[in-house]
C-alpha cells in the first residue's frame, strides 16, 4: 500500500511567483492535513480539509495562501505571490475519518519550498 | 496563547544507554499527548501516546511519563540504538472539530556507537 504522496519534494521558486504544493492521501483517505514547518522548529497546523470542504483553516495566513481538496484528485496547497519567508517544509498528513485515536494522522515526505 | 516546548535542543548518548527526551506544555485542554520521531528529509513518524487522564504508558522499549502537576511530558528510550537518532517532537492533539496537532519544537538525539 502506497503511503500519503507528496510532489515536488523539493520546490524553488523566485519571489513573486505561484507555489502549488500535491498530496495524494493514502488510499481510502478523506480527510487532509496540511502543517508548515521551519528549519529547527516543530510542525504547525495550516488547515484541515475532507473531501471538497474546508472544515479548519484557523493556521492559514489571510492572504496569499489557499488550500483545496476536490473530489478527485490530490489536495492543493496554494502559495500565491511567495516571498522569502515562505521557505520551509510543507507537510501533508491522512486519516481515514476524523482522527479520533492519535496515531491514525499518516504523514506524506514533506516538499520542501525554498524562496530565492 | 498555547504552546509545547523542549528543554533541551540536543541530546547526545551512547549507544546502550538509556535515552530521555523531556517536553513541557502550557495547555491543560488537551485529550492526548504524542511523542512523533522525524529522521532527516522524511515526516514524522508516531512512536507513542498518552491521554490526559494517565501518568505513565509503556511501548516496546519506549516509557512515556505524564506529569499533569507541573505540565511536563517525557519520552524515555531504553538501550538506545543507532538508528534511534532523530529530532523527536511532542505534540498535544486538540479533539475539537478538527483534532489538529500542535507540535513542540524539538529535540535531536544523538547516538553514539
Known amino acids: 500500500n502506497a503511503g500519503v504522496m507528496q510532489n515536488p519534494r523539493h520546490l524553488v521558486r523566485r519571489r513573486g511567483q505561484e507555489a502549488r504544493l500535491r498530496c495524494s492521501p493514502m488510499?481510502?483517505?478523506?480527510?487532509v492535513y496540511w502543517y508548515r514547518q521551519l528549519p529547527e522548529e516543530g510542525l504547525k497546523f495550516m488547515v484541515y480539509?475532507?473531501?471538497?470542504?474546508?472544515?479548519?483553516e484557523s493556521g492559514m495566513p489571510k492572504e496569499r495562501f489557499s488550500a483545496e481538496f476536490p473530489k478527485e484528485g490530490p489536495s492543493i496547497l496554494r502559495i500565491q505571490q511567495v516571498v522569502r519567508g515562505d521557505s520551509a517544509a510543507y507537510f501533508c498528513?491522512?486519516?481515514?475519518?476524523?482522527?479520533?485515536?492519535?496515531?491514525?494522522?499518516?504523514f506524506g515526505p514533506g516538499t520542501r519550498l525554498t524562496v530565492l | 496563547g498555547e504552546s509545547v516546548g523542549l528543554h533541551l535542543p540536543t541530546l547526545s548518548v551512547q549507544e546502550g544507554d538509556n535515552s530521555i527526551i523531556n517536553c513541557a506544555y502550557s495547555n491543560s485542554a488537551s485529550d492526548y499527548f504524542i511523542w512523533y520521531k522525524q529522521e532527516s528529509g522524511k515526516g514524522p513518524q508516531f512512536i507513542i501516546d498518552i491521554r490526559s487522564n494517565m501518568d505513565k504508558r509503556q511501548g516496546q522499549r519506549v516509557t512515556v511519563l505524564l506529569n499533569k502537576t507541573v505540565k511536563h511530558l517525557s519520552l524515555q528510550i531504553a538501550a538506545t540504538q543507532p538508528g534511534d537518532s532523530a529530532v523527536y517532537f511532542c505534540?498535544?492533539?486538540?479533539?475539537?472539530?478538527?483534532?489538529?496537532?500542535?507540535f513542540g519544537s524539538g529535540t535531536r538525539l544523538l547516538v553514539r556507537p
Open positions: 498528513a491522512s486519516s481515514p475519518y476524523q482522527a479520533t485515536s492519535t496515531d491514525t494522522q499518516y
Open positions: 488510499k481510502g483517505h478523506s480527510h
Open positions: 480539509l475532507q473531501k471538497e470542504n474546508i472544515i479548519d
Open positions: 505534540a498535544e492533539l486538540f479533539m475539537d472539530s478538527s483534532y489538529k496537532l500542535i
